[in-house]
């Protein structure tokens, strides 16, 4: 249960933003579930597929300019086209006829996908209480695990035949029944329509404080910081885990499918009851505690096999799992209206480009025979580093208004 009551609207609202998680998380997972399989089909090394995920990661500079059109002409008209475009792009991957086309599908599909997911936030943020933000974020991560889990529990699939991998990209296309609901049911938020009044009234020489805003680089530049210190941990864990389980532990795709289901459900768990947390109690001592501990705890799981190896990694999940409500919520908090999912974006892209250089990293750690655990302890490092920033330099947003935070905004008259 949230904090606070919801209105009938946020209720809709948070059902509709649910329902765009699906396709947004399955196609921002599907390339790292399947690399590995397409990998052995074409016979491409770890270093190579460590390069590859990080070309990958790169296409989110596509993320920037659909970020601008959104908050210039709205975040529904951007979340009901990335809903289609998403699943469409990424499903060329099961046309592959090499691994670089592989690649270039999903340099551009994902981000797709990525930017999806920067709309989702960002109208949750706008669109909930007070009391109510990290709650509704941590439900719609659940949403995300649903649409990730869809990935992983078509991977079965990939176990068929060598090249069987591709079906994989097809189950996607049913995602597309959610850009149809979208379509149709999706409202716009108040926030923005409150914004885009005031622009229409002004006069062409003059901008109220809300329209004019600017990004503030200090909190951007922190965000920045604390984003790539944690993805060059968590990417490197994510991308890599596939090939562990398979190469070191030699899982079939349906073990692999089980333990990444297992190990992820708990994190789910994590996920409500952090939101809770971080709306009631705060989100800074939440995220202080379990983001490093989280990670030291996935990190081992890579030194061990047998029960440690997934009674680890499960208790990894749940750490992070409740320091990601408090932790997405401060990237939308903290900006202004009329910038805000541009600043989600710029976070976002630095934070994928920056994790790719912990997968070429790894990958050629990895190929020189250093040990996948001695990799993800080195890495955990970052995530360590994360909470000394947020502990001395993130300010406590819980139970604060979005204009509070963003005295530009005061005068927006939202319905």
């Known amino acids: 249960m949230a904090s606070e009551p919801l209105t009938l609207r946020q209720r809709n609202v948070l059902w509709l933003l649910w329902l765009a998680c699906l396709p947004a998380s399955f196609v921002n997972t599907v390339f790292t579930q399947t690399a590995t399989y397409a990998a052995a089909e074409f016979d491409v090394s770890e270093q190579g597929q460590g390069f590859a995920a990080a070309i990958v990661r790169w296409g989110v500079v596509i993320a920037l300019p659909f970020a601008f059109s959104a908050d210039r002409f709205g975040r529904r008209k951007m979340i009901v086209a990335m809903s289609w475009l998403a699943p469409i792009v990424t499903s060329l991957g099961a046309l592959s006829p090499s691994f670089g086309f592989l690649v270039a599908t999903q340099t551009v599909g994902r981000p797709l996908g990525i930017s999806l997911s920067i709309f989702i936030v960002v109208f949750a943020t706008e669109e909930m209480g007070t009391n109510t933000r990290a709650w509704a974020l941590s439900v719609l991560a659940v949403g995300s695990g649903v649409g990730a889990g869809s990935a992983v529990g078509a991977l079965p699939l990939a176990g068929i035949s060598d090249s069987a991998w591709r079906y994989v990209y097809i189950v996607g296309l049913l995602w597309l029944v959610v850009a149809a609901v979208l379509t149709r049911s999706l409202p716009e938020t108040e926030r923005f329509l409150a914004l885009q009044h005031q622009q229409q009234e002004e006069s062409p020489t003059h901008h109220s404080a809300a329209v004019s805003a600017h990004i503030h680089r200090d909190r951007l ?182 204009e509070e935070l963003n005295p530009e905004d005061s005068l927006l008259q939202i319905l």
């Open 221 to 402: 530049w922190l965000q920045i910081a604390v984003a790539v210190l944690s993805n060059i941990f968590i990417a490197t864990a994510s991308v890599f885990q596939i090939r562990y389980l398979k190469d070191v532990r030699d899982y079939s795709a349906t073990l692999v499918a089980i333990f990444t289901t297992v190990t992820a459900i708990p994190a789910s768990i994590g996920l409500i009851v952090g939101g809770r947390i971080a709306d009631r109690q705060g989100r800074k001592k939440l995220a202080v505690i379990t983001i490093p501990l989280g990670a030291v705890l996935i990190a081992a799981s890579y030194g061990f096999d047998s029960f440690i190896m997934w009674l680890t990694a499960i208790l990894g999940g749940i750490c992070l799992g409740l320091a990601y409500p408090a932790m997405a919520v401060f990237r939308s908090e903290l900006f202004p209206t009329a910038k805000r999912n541009v600043a989600s974006a710029i976070i976002t892209t630095a934070s994928l480009i920056g994790g790719s250089f912990g997968l070429i990293g790894a990958g050629l750690l990895l190929d020189h025979d250093v040990s996948y655990g001695a990799v993800m302890m080195g890495l955990a490092i970052g995530p360590v580093l994360v909470s000394f920033l947020v502990f001395f330099k993130y300010p406590e947003t819980a139970h604060r208004k979005l």
